[in-house]
């Protein structure tokens, strides 16, 4: 009976080696972290994949307010003439602006937009706000929902409607504005390493693939199990373009009328489908103990009279992991066998499974399965708790040392064309390749190879020797990859 379950239960998943993409949809449903809505583009967040995004909150929030930001939250609903303020803003998004034209039962008279970003609105205030030197800088992040037509849909990755923060920032010199989306940067860098196990490339954009309206755009990229990159977070230096199209202006110390220097950036729920895509196997999903929901699950095997003797161990134990911060499942169910049970919390990510039935009880001791390894350890019940804690953070280390091998094994350096194109058929990759700056050549590269500029490094590096792909002299080296 339970072998025929488990049997039934693994075929449910696409392997992963076979099809990375409908392994990735079967994980994410069968974990039951998300699920398509009816309202097409759209997703549902289900709670446990609530739970990673919550995690993802706390961590960043923190590091937010602990650089100087403080939160509020501005309108869903923009002015249709608002968005319209910034010539190269509109432009970027229109094609994926959802519009309310009716509310009350009557046509509106100026039609609103539902945001897809909140420059628009959020300069608009800053304008009223800021009067002088003094009142700046501003430093305010918003956690908000934010709707961008999608035609394909894809969880987490690319959906119609998804969650993110947002920081938006007023200062008074260019020179602050830079260092403010610098410091975004290494922020958001050290949080997707620091948290998620997830190594980045840091980088500025190239012209074509900067935000809309801004000077200059700064990302990290990761590198999925597949060899295609994801962009996980970016930070715009938006000069004086906003202020300008939204009249910010205070007077300066020297009583002259200046704009303000802006900055805006983000990270969204797509951060789950990268965790997701960085460390997960065959089996399923593997989370990072620190952005797990569960991080220990705890499965007592029922044999003999377990419910007097195994049951009470097993809550002791969980009751001594919760003290010590550690988020606990015990999976007591009398309805699943423990196989069931093991392959069910392999597939959903758990980072660490405590076994316990009557013959551990005897020897005073738990079976201890590393999720990442699925090493066994037989540990002692003394001393468990600091074992479990300190085995954690070694899984967490252990996740993000895999992730980096992972992406220099799949890294290359080559200023060859033909060579670039054949990385870029199958499992790509990072190529680091001499590239010219111009912009119909980057496009002409996209077209033929799918692969773009992920972004180029932040130190003026010699590209030593000439373009790839057209033979100029090159002026930068540049990161490309295929990317979601
Ligand atoms: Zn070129």
């Not at 075929?11 to 998300?34: G, K, M």
């Not at 897809?116 to 002088?132: F, K």
């Not at 956690?143 to 947002?166: D, G, H, S, Y």
């Not at 996980?232 to 220097?261: C, E, M, P, V």
Request: glycine content about 8%; aromatic content about 10%.
């Amino acid at each position: 009976m339970a072998k025929k379950t488990e049997e039934a239960f693994v075929t449910e998943i696409t392997p992963r080696s076979e099809d990375f993409s409908r392994w990735y949809t079967d994980v994410v449903r069968r974990a039951e972290l998300a699920d398509y809505s009816p309202v097409k583009g759209c997703m549902v967040i289900r709670p446990y994949g609530y739970a990673v995004w919550e995690l993802i909150q706390q961590g960043l929030d923190r590091r937010i307010k602990a650089t100087g930001h403080v939160n509020a939250y501005f309108p869903l609903l923009i002015p249709q003439s608002l968005l319209m303020k910034e010539a190269e803003h509109v432009e970027g998004f229109a094609p994926q602006v959802a519009w309310v034209t009716r509310g009350g039962g009557e046509e509106l008279e100026e039609p609103l937009i539902l945001r897809p970003t909140s420059e628009a609105i959020i300069g608009t205030m800053y304008a009223r706000w800021v009067q002088s030197w003094r009142d700046l800088p501003i430093l305010i992040n918003q956690w908000a929902n934010i709707v961008r037509w999608e035609k394909v849909t894809r969880l987490f990755l690319r959906t119609t409607e998804f969650l993110w923060q947002e920081g938006h920032t007023a200062h008074e010199t260019e020179e602050e504005a830079e260092r403010e989306t610098r410091t975004i940067l290494d922020l958001y860098a050290e949080f997707c390493e620091t948290e998620l196990a997830m190594p980045v490339i840091k980088g500025r954009k190239s012209e074509s693939e900067k935000f809309a309206g801004a000077s200059k755009t700064y990302s990290i990229e990761a590198l999925m199990g597949d060899g295609r990159a994801l962009q996980a977070g970016t930070s715009h230096n938006l000069g004086q373009n906003f202020a300008k199209a939204f009249n910010i202006q205070f007077q300066a110390r020297d009583k002259s009328l200046q704009y303000i220097w802006g900055t805006s950036w983000g990270m969204t729920t797509r951060l789950i489908g990268g965790v997701i895509m960085t460390h997960g196997d065959e089996n399923g999903l593997i989370f990072p103990p620190r952005v797990a929901p569960y991080q220990v699950v705890i499965v007592p095997i029922p044999r003999g009279n377990w419910q007097e003797t195994v049951l009470p161990r097993a809550q002791a134990i969980k009751a001594d992991l919760v003290a010590k911060g550690i988020r606990v499942m015990l999976d007591d169910r009398e309805v699943y066998t423990p196989g069931w049970k093991f392959s069910e919390w392999e597939l959903r990510g758990v980072p660490m499974r405590l076994e316990i039935g009557p013959k551990d009880i005897e020897k005073s001791q738990v079976m201890l399965v590393r999720r990442d390894t699925r090493e066994k350890i037989a540990t002692p019940f003394d001393g468990l708790a600091g074992r479990v804690e300190q085995l954690l953070a070694g899984i967490q280390q252990a996740l993000f040392d895999r992730a980096v091998s992972f992406r220099e094994e799949h890294t290359t350096q080559t200023d060859s064309w033909d060579e670039f194109k054949s990385i870029m058929e199958g499992r790509p990759g990072f190529v680091i390749a001499p590239w010219c700056g111009d912009a119909a050549c980057e496009s002409a590269i996209k077209a033929e190879t799918q692969a773009t500029i992920r972004n180029l490094p932040l130190e003026p590096t010699s590209p030593g020797g000439n373009c790839l792909k057209c033979g100029t002299p090159a002026t930068t080296l540049a990161y490309f990859a295929k990317a979601y």
